[in-house]
């Protein structure tokens, strides 16, 4: 009976755990096996099932067998219930996308789940499981199966150990991060798993007790990853990165050694059978072999992963676009003509087709041409024009001409005034249906209001309520409609593809059309990262190839998920996703803004300057340059300008674009709620609808000097309002130099390796422009 009364009080445990979870999480996203209300769906494949009929049945085998075998301690059992919940996962994952990389990556985004789950149901086994008999076993080979897993590591290696969490001097075990860092994490997992197994085969025998070994090693090495991450990544700077970057690195540890843990386990089982029958000549031999191998490794394993994706794209990218039309080349945005250039501007909502709470207080104010005069008169020279799915396509497979017809013109009045335009499929909340009467929401959760995005006839929900935990962008209807999209449930996320396709080819000849970003802040469905790295990755890749098949070859802005604007960091897309090279990473830069440390009042998970470095850092993984579609929203406390300046500087520090949000605001827009005034830069006035003053103070930041166009590549840029200095270096000779300068005083300006220099007034300031050649400078000042 007492062999059978562990494994049950463990299996029992968990059953409880796992439903009192899913009765008490209102959103069906934190809890091991949530639900969100929405009907079960037997006609769809495996991913409405994976949680219950695959993560459940292993979650439930893994437990058992882990209390009969590691079942004596209280330690070895938690890092069996963790292996237990991750292996889970990992299964779930794969039969989704069946992708092994992927999924065995995805294994570790349940590690905030898996090791308090593993607490909580060790402790009541140990408590009600009965007395114990601890002995403690011979070890056998430890240093064998350690270097055999460090060997095989970087040719498994997969997704993991990628992202903005591994700043350079990191060292993980990846061909694409170089020999020297490759072969420092493999010393560490060597090491680490050396250790546990010496400490784990002790007490738990068989494979199971290698494979717990690797799991334990993975966390410590990303316990050591953490630390000397602190270290190369700047330390404690105003946020807690260095805790989420220990964090993330343990994950990835502990998914790795999850899924590569076998390894361990079955080279120490069969090492020990062979040195029992050998003679200790034997295992100075097996241990000599697996150095070999692991040095092998090192030497002459092919660059593999992401680095080998690179090539590919460089050997299969398009064909390069005509003259004039913007480009992505390495890290940076350019014209074609030698000059970089540099998008800043603002985001028009104007055409957006948002909920309208009350029919008296329109959702969106009227878009006209003066609209793009006054944003040149600013300085800007670019519009991230928000559109709405479901009011270009309200009937499937149609455009609808008059909002066509919309767009065209404005782009025309933004031609018309020196502006692009970044054509952007905007949604927020999936659609703009809101709550419906009689919908019940579970304890936890509020009705809601409509957004934006997609048509009805693409909104699949299944039933869930249209009800949001702490905001629009957690709802178990918005949720379930995503996770149709991603898994292209009736073709609707082939539809949007094919829509993409149709509209690229409208402005496939248009110079003044920067790009085209494919869809705002992706929501994370119920499956993240499966969702918001995979699939997300995989609608990215369709829709740019129908844009490509329509002739269009401007750039395409591709944007991680929602997490990244809530969060300040995220993993997606997956790195590989695309061949295509003519694409911009475009993240929303909202750190110490709408993010949500700032609303559980905690200290920034990252911070406003840090955002910069880990957008360019995942941004480079693309071979991408980096322009961030959105930032600002900081409210309306007395530190709005502050961190505006701080954006501005950090903005000027990496010579980057980017547009604010939001030009202009209705009163009835339902992300401004309907209140005195409409909160944009340009503001509306609620009792009159006319305008109200505008935000000239931030406007002064927004509009200050920058080289909108110069020629090779910006190596220095400093500005504060027409204050400017700027330095850059240009291989040939070119004359796309142009300066914008803010206010009614001429500048003075003061030039090195720069000829040909004029000073034009234009509305709202001066345009200073120029032929560089070599290394140039320019500083102004009045």
Not at 255 to 284: K, M, N, P, Y
Not at 293 to 306: N, Q, R, V
Not at 307 to 317: I, L, N, P, Q, V
Not at 518 to 526: H, M, R, T, V, Y
Request: hydrophobic letters at 45%; proline letters at 6%; charged letters at 15%.
């Amino acid at each position: 009976m007492k062999s059978v009364r562990r494994p049950a009080v463990a299996l029992t445990s968990m059953f409880i755990l796992v439903l009192i979870q899913a009765i008490a999480d209102p959103t069906g996203l934190l809890a091991l096996v949530g639900w969100s209300g929405a009907e079960l769906r037997f006609d769809l494949g495996m991913w409405p099932l994976a949680p219950y009929v695959v993560f459940v049945p292993v979650l439930f085998a893994v437990t058992w067998w882990v209390a009969v075998r590691a079942g004596e301690r209280f330690w070895t059992l938690t890092a069996g219930l963790v292996l237990a919940v991750l292996l889970a996962q990992g299964a779930a994952c794969f039969v989704m996308t069946w992708d092994l990389a992927s999924a065995g990556w995805a294994a570790g985004f349940v590690a905030a789940k898996a090791v308090p789950a593993a607490l909580i149901v060790a402790a009541f086994t140990r408590w009600l499981g009965g007395p114990t008999t601890r002995t403690l076993l011979t070890p056998g080979s430890i240093w064998a199966p350690a270097i055999l897993l460090a060997a095989v590591t970087p040719f498994i290696a997969g997704l993991w150990w990628t992202g903005a969490a591994y700043a350079p001097g990191i060292p993980v075990a990846r061909p694409d991060r170089g020999i020297v860092s490759m072969l420092i994490a493999m010393i560490l997992i060597a090491g680490a798993t050396a250790l546990c197994l010496r400490w784990m085969r002790s007490r738990v025998r068989g494979v199971l007790g290698g494979w717990l070994a690797a799991v334990v090693a993975g966390g410590v090495v990303g316990l050591m990853q953490g630390i000397i991450g602190l270290t190369v990544d700047g330390g404690f700077t105003g946020d807690i990165w260095p805790l989420m970057v220990t964090y993330v690195a343990v994950a990835d540890g502990l998914a790795f050694g999850a899924c590569a843990g076998w390894i361990v386990g079955l080279g120490a089982v069969v090492a020990d059978r062979l040195l029992a029958e050998r003679s200790i000549r034997t295992r100075q031999l097996a241990t000599a072999a697996a150095v070999v191998l692991a040095l092998g490794a090192a030497i002459g394993i092919p660059s593999t992963g992401i680095a080998s994706a690179a090539s590919t794209d460089a050997a299969g990218s398009e064909t390069t676009p005509p003259a004039g039309i913007l480009r992505a080349e390495g890290s940076i945005i350019t014209d074609g003509n030698g000059n970089q250039v540099l998008l800043r501007g603002v985001n028009v909502n104007q055409l957006v087709d948002f909920y309208q709470a009350r029919l008296d207080v329109p959702a969106t104010r009227p878009l006209t041409e003066q609209d793009f005069a006054d944003m040149a008169a600013q300085g800007f020279t670019v519009a991230r024009l928000n559109l709405s799915w479901s009011a270009l396509e309200p009937e499937r497979g149609t455009l609808d001409p008059e909002y066509l017809g919309k767009i065209t013109d404005a782009v025309d009045w933004a031609k018309q005034h020196g502006i692009y335009t970044v054509l952007d499929m905007h949604q927020d909340g999936w659609w703009n249906g809101p709550w419906e009467e009689g919908t019940t929401c579970r304890p936890g959760t509020d009705p809601m209001w409509g957004y934006d995005g997609a048509p009805e006839w693409a909104t699949i929900t299944d039933g869930a309520p249209r009800c949001q935990f702490t905001g629009r962008d957690i709802s178990p209807a918005g949720n379930r409609a995503f996770q149709h999209f991603y898994f292209d449930t009736d073709g609707i996320q082939t539809a949007l593809a094919e829509t993409w396709g149709k509209l690229a080819a409208q402005f496939s000849d248009e110079k003044m059309v920067a790009g085209f970003d494919l869809l705002n802040e992706p929501g994370f469905g119920e499956t993240a990262p499966v969702t918001t790295s995979v699939q997300l990755g995989r609608f990215y890749d369709q829709a740019i190839a129908e844009i490509r098949a329509a002739g269009a070859p401007q750039i395409v802005f591709v944007e991680p998920s929602i997490l990244w604007s809530g969060l300040g960091f995220d993993a997606g897309p997956t790195p590989g996703f695309t061949n295509d090279r003519n694409i911009a990473f475009s993240p929303h830069m909202y750190a110490e803004s709408i993010t949500m440390d700032r609303d559980l009042g905690i200290p920034p998970i990252v911070g406003l300057e840090r955002q910069f470095t880990l957008a360019q850092r995942v941004a480079e993984e693309h071979g991408a340059p980096l322009w961030s579609g959105e930032y600002g929203y900081w409210g309306e406390d007395a530190d709005v300008l502050a961190r505006l300046n701080r954006y501005a500087v950090a903005e000027d520090t990496h010579r980057l674009g980017s547009a604010y949000w939001v030009w202009k605001q209705a009163c009835g827009d339902p992300q401004n709620g309907i209140g005195p005034v409409g909160n944009a830069l340009m503001m509306q006035d609620c009792a009159t609808g006319g305008d109200a003053p505008p935000k000239t103070d931030l406007l002064k930041i927004l509009s200050r000097a920058y080289p909108q166009t110069a020629p090779g590549v910006l190596t220095e840029l400093a500005a504060h309002e027409a204050d400017l200095t700027l330095a850059g270096t240009t291989k040939e000779r070119g004359c796309g130099l142009t300066v914008w300068i803010p206010g009614e005083a001429q500048p003075v300006v003061d030039t090195e390796g720069i000829t040909n220099v004029e000073t034009v007034a234009v509305p709202g300031g001066w345009n200073v422009t120029g032929c560089a050649d070599g290394d140039y400078t320019l500083t102004t000042g009045e």
